[in-house]
């Protein structure tokens, strides 16, 4: 075996074991940095963990140099979220024997979750910085940060801001991008609505549910999951189901609404159960239509604000998870924030929510927040960039993300941000036939190994 067979079987193998240790939300991403750390440590680098508490779960950040930091150095920073997606019912993932920590090779691709987003662009990074141990920086210092919480309100990275961990002034942040720049991406904003039922409607269910016989009526609504940056392409359950209690008459009664599985999803299913009640007035359905209907007027002033390097090409407000409870209904989804919608426009659009809310006794949070980003294309990090992938023989051309990740989070601190990363996005990641061409992930690393040398020696 040649050395360049030895390598890809090298690598081939620890993506395996990556792949093998559970980062999903609700799993500790603790067991993936020792793994890493060790990786690291007996490549001889410097390496530091961060733990934290998040929710009752510990979880953990890793920061790999070449040497241990020093207070004034500038850095180049390249970063990768470990955590995943949650793999859902692992009866789908038939390219993984039903296992989707159990990686699998198949015409030269990796498939696994976590193998495209992005557990392994981390693999790929560290094996570029393995060529600068013993180089003196005469620029920027390179520093490979792993991070938990992307899926999660990127947690790892805040924690990595509030701690003053890094001085960097250009960033590669990991995205997959089928090895292409990402220079720009919309913002993000988690809403949350919660509307209390009164307690006259409370007791009418109460006394409703005793009785051996009712009149209600049930209704299912189907549609078809999307990703909530993209929610073109599906067909919002839940959207449907509002639609169709436009058309109630006022003193229906809400007995149950549910639908969608989590915010920044578009739901595929939904369902209400309703009863006549001609003796309550001001019911919650009514006060629910009224905050769902100023929502689509929010939605149609999204599109008077256009990006054509963003698909869709508007910003997007998308209900993705409706609960009836006890004393409450709860009704939440995403923001998809375009760069040229100014500050003062997207906190309008809130407030609108919020008077609306107030109106009808309703509470209104916005639970997460991330602004969008945009680095110019004509900068030194993008040229650069372009100029590696051109030497490559690879498209240079820059696209954007309709979806937000840390660079989000990093530009706020003045640093300059691409993101990109081995593997296709479209009919890839979020599914349970995620995979990645072991190829993709040598070129990554070719181009990570590029940059730093351009940058930083």
Known sequence: MNSDETSRANLIETCRKLIALDSSPGSSTVEVVEFLAQLAREAGFDVEVMHEVQNGITHANILVRTEAFKPGDNEFLLQTHLDTIDPGNFVLWKKNGFNPFDASIADGKIY??????????????????????????????????????????????????????????????????????????KGFAVVEVRLPIPEEERNYKSVRGTLESTSTQTKLFAGQSAHSSTPHLGDNAIKKMFD?????????????????????????????????????????????????????????????????????????????????????????????????VTQEQYEKWMAKIQAICDECGAQFRITDYKKPFRTAENSVLVKTAQSVLQKMGLDAKCISLASTNEASLFTRLNIECICIGAGVREGNVHTAEEHVKIEDLEKATYFYQQMVERFCL
């Not at 999660?152 to 890094?166: D, E």
């Not at 299913?269 to 929010?298: C, G, P, T, W």
């Open 112 to 185: 696994g979750l976590g193998a495209a987003d992005v557990k392994l662009d981390f693999i790929c990074k560290l094996n570029a910085l393995e060529n600068f141990k013993k180089e003196s920086f005469t620029k920027l210092k390179p520093v490979l940060v792993g991070t938990f919480g992307e899926e999660t309100g990127m947690q790892g990275a805040l924690r990595l801001i509030r701690k003053n961990k890094l001085n960097a002034k250009y960033a590669l942040i990991g995205e997959t991008s089928d090895l292409k720049i990402i220079q720009a991406a």
């Open 244 to 340: 169709y209690l436009q058309k109630m008459p006022d003193n229906m009664i809400l007995i149950e609404a549910d639908g969608g599985t989590r915010f920044n999803m578009i739901p595929n299913q939904a369902m209400i159960e309703l009863d006549f009640a001609s003796h309550l007035k001001n019911v919650s359905l009514v006060k629910l239509n009224k905050i769902y209907r100023v929502m689509q007027e929010i939605e149609i002033d999204m599109q008077q604000f256009q990006d054509t390097d963003f698909e869709p090409a508007y910003s997007t407000l998308s209900v993705g998870i409706i609960r009836t409870f006890e004393d409450s209904i709860l009704l939440g989804g995403s923001c998809r924030i375009l760069p040229n």
